[in-house]
């Protein structure tokens, strides 16, 4: 690199992934996080931490660049003067919605938009990540990491002292080295089975582009117990219990023998629990076809789901979807693999994901103490549809984002209540 350029860093398979989904408009490829506090924030201290995060993600201060060969992230300059606004309002719900559904531009930067929404009596966080450069899991540990920086700055004053995740461990690749070469060829000879669908797997959504939003469900504490111990009772996980409420609901508006569900997994499960990777994308996919259940019983919903879900457990095959996407984009002008990726990563229409559980002591902010915390995914466009589950001290927050009309609105926010509905009182 010449004295006086940018610092540059590659753009990794899924980084391209997230971006071309973004192009073709099935979702608008930004994380989007919420922390509720009991008090304020040290805005100075914020900036600090935010300022002291780029170590490990240096991305955030970047711009995406491609051409039609390559692609790439260029430093362009931004602090995070440019990544902070301080936000005073009498109506903190409608300022954090107007805070969501912001859109930082990838080709500009800088890639990450922290709104702190203020009021009389506390601050709240409305976070906006590119999704292009990290995923649910990742966006969460990033939380965890710039709470540790602020606590940090508060009680000691230097942030350096912080361990970081190396900033290069950032590809799919990292996941492929750390398995056999009896796995990798079990990954390479698999084919992902692709489910055919048609408008009848499409809810009644119109959708508006122009209209994004947002739309939380909080299910009391109470519950979490409830529904573990109705689930063990089948030898079934929360999880499986989130997506048999999710069929039923969705088995009164689909016409279909089965619905097809989009099912991100971790990938992070595949490394050794001594490795740190880097933020990034190690999300994979599993695509399931459950039986429709229509008037019947949400036990029976659960009998089905743990069936496939049993079925899915152990096995290597979400894997190999990333490993076609990097043979085309180590292989292929990146004009090319644009054009190969839809062929490759074909997600289903409708789609859920447990984000999992949020750590309310890792997301305390000095003596800021969080009261309620939530992570969603991107903004999906119709026909498109997912519902993102966090949980925070047993609370679960189910998020829709969605860009459609009030219509839609009203319908989605129908269709989580009655979601909720089915699970065990």
Not at 129 to 158: K, P, W
Not at 227 to 244: G, P, R
Request: glycine fraction near 4%; hydrophobic fraction near 40%.
């Amino acid at each position: 690199m010449m004295p006086g350029t940018n610092r540059i860093y590659p753009a990794e398979t899924a980084d391209i992934k997230h971006f071309v989904s973004g192009i073709n408009q099935r979702n608008d490829h930004y994380l989007h996080a919420i922390i509720e506090f009991d008090g304020f924030l040290n805005i100075a201290s914020l900036k600090k931490a935010l300022r002291s995060t780029f170590r490990a993600l240096p991305m955030l201060t970047c711009r995406f660049v491609r051409s039609a060969e390559k692609a790439w992230w260029e430093e362009a300059g931004w602090t995070e003067d440019a990544m902070i606004d301080l936000i005073q309002t009498d109506n903190k719900e409608q300022t954090i919605q107007q805070q969501l559904i912001c859109k930082p531009n990838e080709l500009k930067g800088p890639q990450i938009h922290i709104g702190v929404v203020r009021t009389g009596e506390n601050d709240s966080l409305a976070i906006v990540l590119n999704h292009m450069i990290c995923d649910g899991g990742g966006i969460r540990d990033y939380l965890y990491l710039l709470a540790t920086c602020y606590t940090t700055i508060e009680q000691q004053g230097d942030p350096s002292v912080i361990k970081m995740p190396l900033a290069d461990h950032r590809s799919f690749q990292q996941v492929f080295e750390h398995l056999s070469a009896e796995q990798l060829k079990t990954i390479q000879e698999t084919t992902v089975c692709h489910y055919p669908q048609t408008e009848k797997d499409h809810l009644p959504l119109q959708g508006d582009p122009s209209h994004p939003f947002v739309i939380r469900h909080r299910l009391a504490a109470e519950r979490f117990d409830t529904i573990k111990k109705h689930a063990k009772q089948f030898n079934a996980t929360i999880n499986d219990a989130l997506f048999a409420a999710y069929i039923c609901a969705m088995a009164d508006y689909l016409p279909v023998e089965k619905i097809i569900l989009d099912c991100p997994v971790n990938a992070r499960a595949y490394l050794p629990t001594d490795y740190q990777p880097g933020f990034c994308n190690l999300t994979s996919n599993i695509i399931c076809a459950i039986p429709t259940h229509h008037g019947e019983c949400y036990e029976e919903a659960l009998t089905s789901v743990k069936k496939v879900m049993d079925e899915q457990k152990g096995s290597l095959s979400p894997l190999s979807v990333y490993w076609d996407l990097d043979q085309a984009y180590m292989t292929l002008p990146l004009n090319d693999a644009i054009k190969e990726f839809p062929k490759i990563y074909r997600i289903p229409i409708n789609g859920m994901t447990n984000i999992g559980i949020l750590d309310a002591e890792k997301l305390r902010f000095g003596s800021a103490t969080p009261v309620n915390a939530s992570i969603s995914g991107s903004i999906k466009y119709a026909p498109y549809f997912q519902i993102a589950v966090t949980t925070f001290q047993k609370s679960m927050t189910f998020s829709t984002n969605f860009h459609g009309t009030e219509n839609d609105f009203q319908f989605l926010d129908h269709l989580v209540t009655k979601m909720i509905g089915y699970f065990p009182e």
